[in-house]
């Protein structure tokens, strides 16, 4: 009889612990159907910037003060406020390009994609980027202590050429050319000792030196483009032994 008791309860207990697995696993699949849902929900990258207006205003959840208007073709959200009590300007605002690419502004100011590459790096893919940012340019517009410094003229044109890069094919002539220009603007806000040079423009100093030694020595004292000097050659050559020697020990 007891033998017979036991064998039930062990039964019972499998056949529970069956169950629970079962529950889990069905629970299991009902998240992830809902993950998938909501994250094909969230997509927006194939939608016209009028959708996305239609969209934005079914949310029930969006950061506040915000209005949305269409302009040309062009996805405009934008907060009003104003000076004075009299003049009304707008505080901040963020534009969606028929390409889904976005600009920021506050005030007059555009703010630098590098302010929210957490958020977006190149189009907008997913509404939840698009209310972020929204929520960012709310905070900006509201706190002082946290608004992006306004940037130079330089910095701006150096934000527009890496984004520019970034989407050239690496292989591609123009890719090589415009890397040239965004590295010298780039060593344009360093002082001599604190430059550090690219592999590529490196070589390519290493070979005009070598063409021409006269040709270098003109281009540094002219100052017009900003290559390694002689000695900075001779260090990255010394180098560049080197490790070659330590590689030819190990092997």
Same mark, same amino acid.
């Given at each position: 009889?007891?033998?017979?008791?036991?064998?039930?309860?062990?039964?019972?207990?499998?056949?529970?612990?069956?169950?629970?697995?079962?529950?889990?696993?069905?629970?299991?699949?009902?998240?992830?159907?809902?993950?998938?849902?909501?994250?094909?929900?969230?997509?927006?990258?194939?939608?016209?910037?009028?959708?996305?207006?239609?969209?934005?205003?079914?949310?029930?959840?969006?950061?506040?003060?915000?209005?949305?208007?269409?302009?040309?073709?062009?996805?405009?959200?934008?907060?009003?406020?104003?000076?004075d009590s009299t003049v009304l300007c707008v505080q901040g605002s963020l534009i969606v390009r028929s390409d889904l690419t976005v600009?920021?502004?506050?005030?007059?100011?555009?703010?630098?994609?590098?302010?929210?590459?957490?958020?977006?790096?190149?189009?907008?893919?997913?509404?939840?980027?698009?209310?972020?940012?929204?929520?960012?340019?709310?905070?900006?517009?509201?706190?002082?202590?946290?608004?992006?410094?306004?940037? #130079? %003229?330089?910095?701006?044109?150096?934000?527009? @050429? =890496?984004?520019? +890069?970034?989407? $050239?094919?690496?292989? &591609?002539?123009?890719?090589?050319?415009?890397?040239?220009?965004?590295?010298?603007?780039?060593?344009?806000?360093?002082?001599?000792?604190?430059?550090?040079?690219?592999?590529?423009?490196?070589?390519?100093?290493?070979?005009?030196?070598? #063409? %021409?030694?006269?040709?270098?020595?003109?281009? @540094? =004292?002219?100052? +017009?483009?900003? $290559?390694?000097?002689? &000695?900075?050659?001779?260090?990255?050559?010394?180098?560049?032994?080197?490790?070659?020697?330590?590689?030819?020990?190990?092997?």
């Amino acid at each position: 009889m007891h033998l017979h008791i036991s064998r039930r309860l062990a039964l019972h207990v499998v056949q529970s612990a069956a169950s629970a697995a079962s529950r889990h696993e069905l629970e299991g699949r009902r998240l992830e159907m809902l993950e998938d849902s909501f994250a094909a929900d969230d997509v927006i990258e194939s939608l016209t910037p009028e959708l996305i207006k239609d969209r934005l205003e079914a949310e029930s959840a969006l950061p506040g003060g915000f209005r949305i208007a269409i302009v040309q073709g062009t996805l405009v959200i934008y907060r009003l406020t104003l000076i004075d009590s009299t003049v009304l300007c707008v505080q901040g605002s963020l534009i969606v390009r028929s390409d889904l690419t976005v600009v920021a502004r506050i005030g007059d100011k555009e703010v630098p994609s590098t302010e929210y590459k957490d958020l977006l790096h190149g189009s907008l893919q997913t509404m939840s980027q698009l209310v972020n940012l929204m929520a960012h340019v709310k905070a900006w517009c509201e706190d002082d202590q946290i608004r992006p410094a306004p940037l #130079s %003229s330089l910095k701006v044109a150096i934000n527009c @050429l =890496e984004e520019h +890069v970034d989407m $050239l094919d690496d292989s &591609s002539d123009d890719h090589r050319k415009f890397s040239f220009i965004l590295e010298q603007l780039k060593l344009t806000t360093k002082s001599k000792c604190r430059r550090h040079y690219s592999p590529q423009l490196t070589v390519f100093t290493y070979l005009l030196h070598a #063409s %021409s030694a006269a040709a270098h020595k003109v281009l @540094l =004292e002219q100052n +017009v483009i900003c $290559l390694p000097s002689v &000695s900075t050659l001779a260090k990255t050559s010394q180098q560049y032994q080197q490790q070659q020697q330590v590689v030819c020990k190990n092997t």
